[in-house]
């Protein structure tokens, strides 16, 4: 659908998104319904709030109180993946396992995708490495980055956002705690990109061997960081990682399983969410001039509501599994054991019983840092305190340069990758006048 906003001609989806009626026509696993995947949320949480899905066979979960519960309940709920059993691969799976073993590492398995204790062995390693007084010392760091990066286009007048701005912040501040080159950072992305397409439905042989070939392609550049780290550290956060022991395990982590580490849990876990949440920052920001104009009149009062209102609107991470450990009943539908349960963060975020006016971005929101948008209980996500600096600095090195701004007219279709967990902007094409 055309949709004319201001003087900007645009394809919409966010006001043309497919709209279930009925439960019965409901699914997220259709790339229509993801790049708009509200309604279809608003439907399930109060029809369905245990949603067998048809197309994946998943259980859909969307009520903010049942996610808490689910995140917090983990002698119920497992973090564990069934694609980490190595020995019941099948298909797909199987001809990645293989390619890995003969031209890489067979990744181990993410601090995500453990289950306690093990998972809490490995976390008070990252806990250490993440330390507050780590992301603090970081803060200058990234406060400089944010102003130079902006000042390396306003006087443009117009930028694409996401590739100026959203992937150079986050990505070059993790490179440099990674070991890794920041000349470097646009063939990281694409190693991360293909990660990405990588955990897609339905892909052909042909795009699993191209995603493991670039995963092996990234294990080969990360591989001698991480000998180099083990003679001689430096202090940064990877070097923490690489030397430290668990004391349970006797050992540091291996080298599979830094790989997940460096792949899952840091650059796609670390960069590619804050990524989206900046450029989904500012384009909730174009399509709502009264909160700019709000953040420009008083950004110190108003930035970090703002920040906690973009994580719950538009959640990076829209959704994640668990396996049910054991039968579980809830509003009268009986999960089975096994059964992988998907838990939709960004319908809980939305969920007007937690959220007055749920939709609405609102600056004097009391409880908007209590969103799920990094998940809640034992995985709570590690990196929260530096994206929260990450898209503080982000947005007000923004506010600070921009006096005006507008979606540039024609180039936006506004698209998101289509993608069952992460919710990616494609591309933002803005035009401004500087302050
Ligand atoms: C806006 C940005 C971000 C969002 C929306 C986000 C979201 C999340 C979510 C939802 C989880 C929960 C996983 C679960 O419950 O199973 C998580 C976990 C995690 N995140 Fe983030 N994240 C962001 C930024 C970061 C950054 C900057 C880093 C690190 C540099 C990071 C590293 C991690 C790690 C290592 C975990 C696993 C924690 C565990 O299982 O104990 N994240 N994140």
Known sequence: MQKQIGDVT????????????SVDEATLAD??????????????????PVF??????MYVITRYEDLRMICTDTARFSNHRP???????????????RLFQEKGWVPGVSLAGRDDPEHRQMRRVFDEAFRPKRINDLD???????????????????????????????????????????????????????????????????QVIWSTEMEIQAQ??????????????????????????????GRPLDDNELHAVMMQDTFVGGSETTTNALSAGIM???????????????????????????????????????????????HGVTIPQGAVIDARFAAGNRDGRQFACPHDIDLDRRNAASHLGFSSGTHYCLGAPLARRELYWGFKAFVDNVAEFRLAPGENDLR???NYALRALNALHIEFTRA
Not at 12 to 21: E, F, G, K, L
Not at 52 to 57: I, K, L, Y
Not at 286 to 297: F, G, Q, S
């Open 10 to 21: 645009m394809i919409n989806r966010m006001d043309d998104p497919v709209c279930p009626t």
């Open 31 to 48: 790339a229509e319904v993801l790049e708009c995947p509200y309604p279809t949320y608003d439907l399930l949480r109060e029809q369905a």
């Open 52 to 57: 067998r899905d048809p197309r994946t066979g």
């Open 83 to 97: 694609s980490n059993d190595h020995a019941n691969l099948t298909g797909n799976a199987l001809l990645a396992h």
């Open 140 to 206: 200058p760091q990234v406060r400089n980055l944010a102003y130079v990066l902006v000042g390396n286009f306003i006087d443009d007048g117009r930028c694409n956002f996401v590739r100026q701005f959203a992937v150079p912040l986050p990505l070059i501040i993790i490179c440099h705690q990674m070991g890794a080159r920041e000349e470097d950072i646009w063939q990281i992305k694409e190693w991360t990109d293909a990660w990405f397409k990588g955990t897609g439905f339905g892909l052909t042989a042909e």
């Open 220 to 249: 080969h550049y990360f591989q001698p960081i991480f000998e180099r780290l083990r003679q001689e550290p430096d202090g940064t956060l990877l070097s923490d990682l690489v030397n430290t022991e668990i004391p349970e395990w």
């Open 284 to 330: 909730l920001l174009a399509r709502n001039p009264d909160v700019w104009a709000r953040l420009k009149d008083d950004p110190e009062r108003h930035l970090k509501t703002f920040c906690e209102e973009v994580v719950r609107l538009e959640s990076p991470v829209q959704g994640l599994t668990r396996t049910a450990k054991t039968d579980i009943e809830l």
């Open 416 to 418: 998101h990758y289509p």
